[in-house]
């Protein structure tokens, strides 16, 4: 059961987080990120989880979930044991899809990839202006899923053709009905701002797919506020997704975090690192002689 609300008062122990996903070989970037949520635990004297983000079966890989625990294992940060892994908790991501299923928030689409950029372009080509994309550069959705009946959307399911469910963006925004914001901490937890957010750049996203009833999105949300974490604190880069989680607490009744998102590593390309990059991976470095005070060094962490 997902809990209706699960307060968070300013004098339980503070829980922290770092949910890497087992589908590469952990870096330099994902090591920062571990030093951050360490170093926050420490100061506040918090607790500090480990959750395998496992729920994608095509590209998660239980050695890479092996060789990840090595990897911090290395660097020398202990995780309360044992660590969630998301594809144990199905169920419990599909009772929070159906929720907002139940309010009438969701809806199926049918269409390919292929077939949702053919049909931004043409959009775009009818408008004269591009089509909007979402701040990770992905078009946002442009078929025709939201309009589709229950009997309609019910055959398409039955026909056994691949379906995502989507969140009915404008919606559940409606259904809000109040401006969004999120809390934006320092490295010590400290010196909170407000930052205002804004979930319709993404459109109508993914809450789930026919084979799994579950997104990143969905399952992140729900995991926070069943693990009682009070801190997220991640990259710069799910800094904007962080709209999207602050709608779904909002709508699925569950409290929000606090947040903290922490530069990026970048590479000698100064872009984000990638996993499939050996250069900069721990267990390379490892390899090559690096010791764990080596790689915080290498990420700007060192003591
Ligand atoms: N599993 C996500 C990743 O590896 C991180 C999720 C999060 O910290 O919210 O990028």
Same mark, same amino acid.
């Given at each position: 059961?997902? @809990?209706?609300?699960? @307060? ?54 239980? +050695? ?61 080509? +009818?408008?004269?202006?591009?089509? @909007? ?143 499939? +990059? ?26």
């Amino acid at each position: 059961m997902v @809990p209706a609300h699960l @307060p968070i008062s300013q004098t339980d122990p503070a829980v922290l987080r770092f949910a890497p996903s087992p589908n590469g070989a952990l870096h330099l970037g994902h090591a920062l990120s571990v030093f951050e949520n360490a170093a926050m635990a420490e100061r506040l004297g918090g607790r500090l989880l480990l959750r395998i983000e496992d729920i994608d079966p095509t590209r998660c890989r239980p +050695e890479f979930e092996a060789a990840l625990l090595d990897d911090l294992a290395w660097l020398g940060i202990a995780f309360e044991t044992p660590a969630r892994r998301q594809s144990e908790h199905l169920a419990t991501y599909r009772q929070a899809l159906d929720r907002l299923d139940a309010m009438g928030l969701v809806f199926a689409s049918f269409e390919s990839r292929g077939e949702l950029k053919a049909l931004a372009a043409a959009r775009a080509a +009818e408008t004269g202006r591009d089509w @909007p994309t979402d701040p990770d550069g992905a078009p946002l959705y442009a078929g025709r899923g939201a309009g589709l009946s229950p009997a309609e959307r019910a055959g398409q399911v039955a026909s056994g053709r691949p379906f995502a469910l989507r969140l009915r963006m404008t919606e559940a925004l409606r259904r809000l009905g109040r401006p969004l914001a999120w809390t934006e901490v320092d490295a010590a937890g400290a010196d909170p701002r407000l930052v205002a957010a804004d979930p319709s750049r993404w459109g109508d996203v993914v809450l789930g797919r026919k084979e799994t009833p579950t997104s990143y999105h969905l399952s992140v949300v729900v995991d926070d506020a069943l693990q009682g974490v009070s801190h997220v604190v991640r990259g710069q880069d799910l800094f904007e997704a962080t709209a999207v989680h602050r709608l779904l607490q909002e709508l699925l009744g569950l409290p929000q975090p606090l947040y903290r998102h922490h530069r990026l590593v970048l590479g000698a390309d100064g872009r984000k690192l990638s996993k499939s +990059e050996a250069a900069t991976g721990l267990a390379s470095l490892r390899e090559a002689g690096a010791t764990a005070d080596d790689i915080r060094r290498l990420v700007g962490f060192g003591r």
